[in-house]
Each structure stands twice: as structure tokens, then as C-alpha cells.
DNA sequence: TTTGAATTGTAAATTATTTACAATAATTGT
DNA sequence: ACAATTATTGTAAATAATTTACAATTCAAA
């Protein structure tokens, strides 16, 4: 029987191999979700987001969580949280989503 | 009854929206496949992949569909395939995939 | 109106990418 | 073996994009 190829079984489920490798350059990181780069400096530099960079001056990359988190934090400043209250929710809502998927991941290797 | 956060769909499904809207540039593209900017270069010239720059002489940036190109051919070309027969497989595949998603994405809206 | 929070502006230095021309391997057919 | 094609790699000069640091501005609440 002849194994199937990788691509089949990625194409309809999450792509968790591709997330967890993924990284991301500030520019791109704006053009995806709206931020101007000097917002996401700014909320890097208050502990709100981290960045991957290696060595201070090299270019900041950022993972797929940070993402996730700029456009959560993004969506509540709209509806008019402060950014500390924002920041402060989507920490918590992570923390959660990480107990979840620790859980599962841990299962499968 | 109030609405469930956004975040909590998306956590556990296929992350659609995110995916794209995603554009990586080709450093972090180089650094998520393994692939050297050198030789992404050359794969767009000779047209088996595309960018999505806007204008010559800007920065390349590229989008999931060509980053999932890459790595398929990556590993078909370790597996032996010459570099144009693993385009030619890729490209197929991609447009069977398409067809199949097609139908799917127009339901949803 | 003062205080602090949040954001934005910008210059100079640095990092990263682009293009273009060229060189080098590797493979294939004759 | 040899030539031709394929695939990749090297690099320099110009340009694009990002970094840091210092400063200014805007805004809401007290």
C-alpha cells in the first residue's frame, strides 16, 4: 500500500507544522493586520508582545502567537478597552488556549 | 445571549482568515523552508513561483499558497525529482487542491 | 490644567534585499 | 570524452526597510 502524500493530509487541517515554524518581519506583521510598525515597536518595547530577534539591532521576527495577539489586542482597543486592560485579556486568553493545546499536543509525540 | 470571541473558533479550525491575509518576506521565507533566498530567486525567475511585489525593485513578499509551493518542492527535488518535474507535479497538485477549495469557499459566503 | 497613557515623527546608522553579471557544479545526450 | 543544458551559487553596488533614540503630540481622566 502506498503511502499518501504529505500535502493531502495538511491541505484540510490546521497546518500546525507551518505555524510553528512561521515567522515574520515587522513590515509584513503591519501589512497583515493594520498596525503601523512604530505601534508595534511601541507595544514591544511596554512587554505587551515579544519578538524573536536573536541580537538587539538585527530586524525584529515575529511568531504566529505575537500575531495573533497584536490582532486581538487591535480588536479591544476598538471596542475601547485601554491597552494595559487589552494586553491583560489576551495574556489571560492565551494562557488558557495554551493549557488546551498543550494538553493535545503532548499526546501526539 | 452574547457572542462567543472571535478567538475561540479560530483556535481549533483551520485558520482561514489568517492565512490569507499572510505575506512573509523572503528572509523569513528562507528561514521557514530551509531554502537558501538564492535559490527562492531563482525558482521565481524561472517562473515556477510568484511574488507578489508590487513594484521592480521592492522587497518580494509571498503569500501561503507559494510558501507551501516551496517546501513541496523541496522535498520532492531531495527525493530525486529534476527541478521542473517537481513544478510541473506541484502546479498539478495546486490546482486539483484549488478546484476542491473553490467549491468549499463558495458556500461560505 | 496637570498627569499619565498612547501614539506618532524623524534622523542617522545599520541591516537586508535587489538586480545584474558571472562562475561553478551536475547531469544528459552524442 | 565532450558539449550542451540544467541547477545552483557568488558577489558588488544600489536601494529598500528596519533599528534605536530622542522628542513631540494627542487624548482622556482626575
Known amino acids: 500500500?502506498?503511502?499518501?502524500?504529505?500535502?493531502?493530509?495538511?491541505?484540510?487541517?490546521?497546518?500546525?507544522?507551518?505555524?510553528?515554524?512561521?515567522?515574520?518581519?515587522?513590515?509584513?506583521?503591519?501589512?497583515?493586520?493594520?498596525?503601523?510598525?512604530?505601534?508595534?515597536?511601541?507595544?514591544?518595547?511596554?512587554?505587551?508582545?515579544?519578538?524573536?530577534?536573536?541580537?538587539?539591532?538585527?530586524?525584529?521576527?515575529?511568531?504566529?502567537k505575537n500575531i495573533k495577539k497584536m490582532i486581538l489586542i487591535k480588536e479591544m482597543l476598538d471596542e475601547g478597552y485601554t491597552l494595559d486592560a487589552a494586553a491583560e485579556k489576551v495574556k489571560q486568553r492565551f494562557e488558557l488556549l495554551e493549557q488546551a493545546l498543550g494538553k493535545f499536543a503532548k499526546k501526539k509525540k
Open 1 to 64: 500500500m502506498q503511502k499518501k502524500p504529505v500535502a493531502d493530509n495538511q491541505a484540510l487541517s490546521f497546518d500546525y507544522d507551518f505555524l510553528e515554524k512561521l515567522v515574520v518581519g515587522i513590515g509584513e506583521v503591519s501589512q497583515i493586520t493594520g498596525i503601523a510598525t512604530r505601534q508595534i515597536r511601541y507595544w514591544e518595547d511596554k512587554g505587551i508582545i515579544t519578538s524573536l530577534t536573536e541580537e538587539e539591532g538585527k530586524n525584529r521576527r515575529y511568531d504566529y
